[in-house]
């Protein structure tokens, strides 16, 4: 029997989502081409006494080993990571303001956290240069990047090679 690649370990809420756990679970399988018929044990071998229990009282009173590894995954994953409100995910959003001593890059990245759930689709990167430049504590170098990338961006379709 060949080695196994990689390691996915027990899940742990405190240190992992949901949602990247399962993640590693599907590039684990890939990487050591666990087939379809396997997938159900060794996720169960993998996720620990914990969530394992968790898993019993979910699907009871089946016990795991009777449900499908979708029906398990479903499960879990409507306990561990509900849908989120989008109302709810848009105010947490338009109310993160720019702590005190945060550099732009670090509240830029945690505004983009913010808006994964946030269904702004299409209008997210504006979204997101409208909160920045809205809400951020800019120095005057910070501001002069800023307002030139802004500049580029809303000039560049006046000056394509199309139009020139």
Known sequence: MAGRVGKIGE???ALEEWGSYMERVTHYFAANGIEADKQKDTFLCCIG????GLLRTLVAPAKPGDKTYKELV??????LAPKPLVIAERFRFHKRVQKEGESIKVYAASLQKLAEHCAFGQNLADTLRD????SAQFSS????VLFTQC???AVTPLYSPLTA
Do not use: C, G, P, V
């Open 11 to 13: 899940f742990d809420a």
């Open 49 to 52: 006494r914990d969530t394992f």
């Open 74 to 79: 479903d499960a879990l994953t409507a306990h």
């Open 131 to 134: 909160r920045l430049s809205n």
């Open 141 to 144: 170098s910070d501001f002069f």
């Open 151 to 153: 500049l580029k961006e």
